[in-house]
Nanobody, 128 residues
């Protein structure tokens, strides 16, 4: 059984940086998508960034150029720079299996409901 656990959240001033980590334990899928999602109070959950197990990444427009998702040695990370007030949210990492030759499976426009393993979340608060 795969389990995910986020860490690294906290409070930071606008313009600052934070690095989120997601520890992955248990047997993962041979082909998969990993994603970072966030949910602010009163808002729906939204995708932030995804990475295929072969390293291909995608980003939502609002974070492209500021955030970097990576998957190294079985650990998922999200490096966040130039943080803005609008980035304040609970951040979650998630995982889903994909068909080996489904190269579009990890696109950010795929529904988050396809992800079947979730972490408990870590809070990111950006202040002015």
């Amino acid at each position: 059984q795969v389990q995910l656990m986020e860490s690294g959240g906290g409070s930071v001033q606008a313009g600052g940086s934070l690095r989120l980590s997601c520890a992955i334990s248990g047997m993962a899928y041979s082909s998969s998508c990993f994603g970072w999602f966030r949910q602010a109070p009163g808002n729906e959950r939204e995708v932030v960034a995804t990475i295929r197990n072969d390293g291909v990444t995608t980003y939502t427009d609002s974070v492209a150029g500021r955030f970097t998702i990576s998957l190294v040695s079985g650990a998922l990370s999200l490096q966040m720079s130039s943080l803005q007030l609008e980035d304040t949210a609970m951040y979650y990492c998630a995982l889903k299996p994909r068909r080996r030759y489904d190269f579009d499976a990890c696109r950010t426009d795929r529904p988050s409901s396809e992800y079947n393993v979730w972490g408990q979340g870590t809070q990111v608060t950006v202040s002015s």
